[in-house]
Nanobody, 120 residues
């Protein structure tokens, strides 16, 4: 079984920065794509950024140039550096990990989320 735990959320003023972390643990043979998603009140969950095992990244247009996703494969951890935060970035941020639990068996896990609130 694979577990994913996010950390680093909080309250920040507009224009400020936060760094989210997400650590995967459990029976993991190797890591595949990891990503961050967010869900604001009354809205559907949306993709924020993803990063493949080789480091290729993908961002939502709304965060390009402000957010940076990175990963440490040895630590099975993915990060999201968020700069120039806006009130519309307020949401619960979820981490997703796509992993191999054996050489040919994939598994996917979601964290419980961490709240990010951007407000003055």
């Amino acid at each position: 079984q694979v577990q994913v735990v996010e950390s680093g959320g909080g309250l920040v003023q507009p224009g400020g920065s936060l760094r989210l972390s997400c650590a995967a643990s459990g029976t993991i043979f190797s890591m595949n794509t990891m990503g961050w998603y967010r869900q604001a009140p009354g809205k559907e969950r949306e993709l924020v950024a993803t990063i493949t095992s080789r480091g290729s990244t993908n961002y939502a247009d709304s965060v390009k140039g402000r957010f940076t996703i990175s990963r440490d494969n040895a630590k099975k951890t993915v990060y999201l550096q968020m700069n120039s935060l806006k009130p519309e970035d307020t949401a619960v941020y979820f981490c997703n990990a796509d992993v191999y639990i054996t050489w040919n068996t994939r598994s996917n896990a979601w964290g419980r989320g961490t709240q990010v609130t951007v407000s003055s």
